[in-house]
């Protein structure tokens, strides 16, 4: 149900419905992470973020390269079976290495 | 501690950094990581209590990935409320869930290698013979975040690892009970945790028959005389001691015994190491291929844990303490050198408490001229196996046991 909710206010907001109707309510103690703000944080936030909280994404960089942040969304959606489509997909790619990689 | 060499280099990177838009380091939160870890770990580690808990350092929320600061490393127990936190998958029911909740818990034991399948409940299984082990469990990655190049994952420091007095039934009874067929290889665990998203392989993890055989190999429900905390595994988790974390399954509902190797992502490719790279004793050979290798035991290690690195200290002698140890053989010598690992000069061993725990040291540095005093630990196990000075470069960063260098200043 609280998942629902969350589903709906990320309607709401625009977010993707699909990938957040089977997320999990953040626990209880789990603070917002504001990443960069630039062109396709909001895939990052819908997509990343409904399985896993977006400090993996810090704890992370700057090291990785173009390739290495690449082979990580390729793994979370091969390996970890994330529903993104292939145009977020680089969206992210492309935040994620201008924003947090090398 | 803040030294202040810690915050002048704090303030100068932050400095530095002012122009990229990246956030200021963590030291300002009271914490005072490695410097070798990656930036953006630095400037986004927080000290955070979760229920229950002390303040440890969180790394990551969702899922729950919070490690150990290295004072609580100061005895050869780690308390319960400082014992380090990991997990996978972000779906992990409340402590309160019937899943977890003692009066309903069924851990379901079987499978096609086994004669029998049956439930236990947690009144059942503490009438079974009891058994304590007191034994390391440590993240395969505990130090991944040390790695240059880096290694992507969880950028863990030195906390991914804690000793605690374990308490349990053996997984051979169990396994007796249900009648382990000849041609079973591995017994399979999983646990009530699970992903947030369907597709997601979820977290099962098997140990070969001969381990999980062991005496010492068990389903605990007490760490250090209490419940297991909520997020140690409560109400019961697989020991197995001398090996890695990564088989200690938490919230263990389900053991099966298989004539045929568990072929799931966190068996393969998940938690491999190259073959040859490391000294090896205990292999799991169903599960070896001619590139890789299950991780199986902890590589002998040691930690100074009684000054932080920068640490200030007077020109009289110093008393230097830590922890040692390995992947069960025991530790047979920890040294220490004060000249960059040239001349190395034996330390007093504390109790041994059993050769799965943590080990403690002591040494006494003499006097020493004021400046900078870099200190060295080295321990060795009962084997013969050591430490490396150089890192063993491996594609998941795991085995991490470069000799711990802590640079103290001398005023």
């Not at chain 1, 630039?38 to 992370?60: F, R, T, W």
């Not at chain 2, 938490?250 to 490391?278: C, D, L, Q």
Request: hydrophobic content about 45%; some cysteine.
């Amino acid at each position: 149900m609280r998942a629902l909710t969350i589903a709906l206010l990320a309607t709401l907001a625009g977010l993707t419905p699909a990938v957040l109707m089977e997320a999990l309510p953040a626990r209880a103690n789990e603070k917002p992470i504001a990443l960069k703000k630039a062109p396709g944080l909001d895939k990052v936030e819908a997509n990343c973020g409904a399985c896993h909280s977006l400090d993996y994404i810090q704890m992370n960089s700057p090291f990785p390269n173009a390739a290495l942040w690449d082979a990580e969304v390729t793994k979370m959606i091969k390996a970890y079976g994330a529903p993104i489509t292939d145009a977020d997909a680089a969206a992210i790619k492309d935040y994620l290495t201008k924003n947090y990689g090398s | 501690m803040i030294t202040r060499r810690r915050l002048l280099e704090g303030a100068s990177a932050a400095a530095a950094l002012a122009g990229s838009g990246l956030p200021p380091l963590a030291e300002a939160a009271g914490l005072d990581l490695p410097p070798a870890l990656p930036h953006g770990l630095r400037a986004a580690a927080v000290l955070e209590s979760l229920p229950g808990k002390k303040p440890l350092i969180k790394l990551s929320y969702r899922p729950p990935n919070y490690e150990t600061p290295i004072e609580h490393f100061r005895t050869a127990i780690t308390p319960n409320d400082a014992f380090f936190v990991r997990y996978h998958l972000a779906d992990i029911p409340a402590a309160d869930a019937s899943v977890l909740d003692p009066k309903t818990w069924k851990l379901a034991a079987g499978g096609e290698g086994a004669n029998t399948e049956f439930t236990l409940g947690i009144d059942e299984l503490k009438q079974m013979p009891a058994v304590e082990v007191v034994a390391v469990n440590q993240c395969s990655g505990n130090r991944r975040g040390l790695f240059v190049p880096h290694v992507a994952g969880v950028e863990w420091g030195y906390g991914a690892m804690g000793c605690a007095r374990w308490k349990g039934a053996r997984l051979k009874d169990v396994l007796d009970k249900a009648g382990i067929k000849k041609e079973a290889i591995e017994i399979v665990f999983n646990g009530a945790d699970g992903p947030a998203v369907d597709k997601t392989p979820d977290f099962i993890k098997s140990i070969p028959v001969w381990k999980a055989m062991e005496e010492t190999t068990l389903i605990a429900y007490e760490m250090n005389g209490a419940p297991l905390p909520h997020l140690n595994g409560f109400p019961a988790r697989i020991i197995v001691p001398g090996w890695t974390g990564t088989y200690w399954m938490k919230h263990v509902i389900s053991i099966k015994a298989v004539t045929k190797p568990e072929s799931g992502f966190w068996m393969n490719p998940a938690y491999r190491i190259p073959i040859g790279k490391f000294p090896m004793v205990a292999r799991f050979l169903t599960q070896e291929n001619a590139a890789n290798t299950p991780i199986t035991e902890m590589v002998v290690n040691s930690l100074i844990t009684s000054h932080a690195d920068g640490a200030t200290v007077n020109a009289e002698a110093v008393d230097l303490g830590g922890i040692a140890w390995d992947g069960g053989y025991g530790i047979q010598s920890v040294e220490v050198s004060t000249d960059g690992g040239r001349a190395w000069n034996a330390a007093t061993l504390g109790q041994d408490i059993g050769r799965y725990a943590f080990r403690t040291f002591s040494f006494r540095v003499p006097a020493h001229a004021r400046g900078k005093l870099t200190v060295m630990a080295r321990a060795t196990n009962k084997i013969g196996q050591s430490q490396t000075a150089e890192l063993i470069a491996n594609p998941a960063g795991y085995h991490h046991n470069v000799m711990h260098r802590v640079t103290l200043i001398v005023a």
